[in-house]
């Protein structure tokens, strides 16, 4: 939807929400339910929110970022 130009579509905001309730308690986002957090997927997690126009500077963002930087992302 980025790509087209519309991540302020009202199903691209629905869908950040959905992604939001999946993060873990530690900031990150599991394959499947009950998972340990993966990277990659932390990656794709964080991205979401970000695209769909989410402050960077939220708790929750900031809580994922610094999940995947201690895991060794840049």
Request: net charge positive; proline share 7%; hydrophobic share 30%.
């Amino acid at each position: 939807m980025a790509f087209l130009g519309r991540e302020r579509e009202e199903r691209v905001g629905r869908l950040a929400r959905y992604v939001l309730k999946q993060q873990t308690s530690e900031g990150g986002w599991a394959n499947y339910p009950g998972g340990p957090a993966d990277l990659s997927t932390d990656r794709q997690g964080v991205l979401c929110p970000q695209v769909a126009g989410h402050d960077p500077r939220a708790d929750y963002m900031v809580k994922a970022r610094n999940l995947i930087r201690e895991r060794g992302a840049p």
